[in-house]
């Protein structure tokens, strides 16, 4: 089995900075796309930043120029550089990642637990 651990989130003001970070651990699987996304109160969660082996990433609009979505594929760790926070960023923010495991044999989704960021004065 694959599990993601966030870590990072918290209570910002506006204008400040995060770095969020998922963790993947387990055995036998290969990681195919980590993600971003968030999900604030009465709205749908949507992808805030994606990641692939192939290097290609994409983010939302609301995003751009202002969070930055890397990875250390030694550690099988993404992480969410987060910039120029406004209070709309407000949300709980959820790893995910397609992986392909060998016990059992598979291709699945994996989501973590959701950390929660806060940016307010």
């Known amino acids: 089995q694959v599990q993601l651990v966030e870590s990072g989130g918290g209570l910002v003001q506006p204008g400040g900075s995060l770095r969020l970070s998922c963790a993947a651990s387990g055995s036998a699987f290969v990681i195919y796309t980590m993600a971003w996304y968030r999900q604030a109160p009465g709205k749908t969660r949507e992808l805030v930043a994606s990641?692939?082996?192939?290097?290609?990433?994409n983010y939302a609009d609301s995003v751009k120029g202002r969070f930055i979505i890397s990875r250390d594929n030694a550690k099988n760790t993404v992480y969410l550089q987060m910039d120029s926070l406004k209070p709309e960023d407000t949300a709980v923010y959820y790893c995910?990642?397609?992986?392909?495991?060998?016990?059992?044999?598979?291709?699945?989704?994996?989501w973590g637990q959701g950390t929660l960021v806060t940016v307010s004065s």
């Open positions: 995910h990642a397609f992986v392909r495991t060998t016990a059992p044999s598979g291709y699945r989704e994996v």
């Open positions: 990641d692939t082996t192939s290097g290609s990433t």
